[in-house]
């Protein structure tokens, strides 16, 4: 029975690509000047899938990435690096 506050889950390799993913994610939409709903429409996605990738409610498949890095400007690669 898992306890209050304890999230499996979180302490595995799904965890820190999205908490890369949202950081470096964040940083380059602060470079161009994009809020989640710019990066969206620029990606032609819907804001959800992006407030999703950001919070840890959609795993970043290399293919979801493809199209919010290319809205950005950078390689899906560079979304998940450290």
Do not use: C, W
Request: aromatic share 6%; hydrophobic share 35%.
């Amino acid at each position: 029975m898992r306890m209050a506050g304890e999230y499996p889950f979180r302490e595995g390799l799904h965890f820190i690509v999205t908490t890369v993913y949202r950081r470096k994610a964040q940083g380059f939409m602060a470079q161009e000047g994009k809020s989640q709903r710019k990066l969206a429409e620029a990606a032609s996605m819907n804001q959800r899938a992006i407030v999703d990738l950001e919070t840890d409610r959609r795993e970043p498949h290399p293919s979801t990435l493809e199209k919010p890095a290319e809205a950005l400007g950078v390689e899906p690669a560079e979304l998940l690096e450290d």
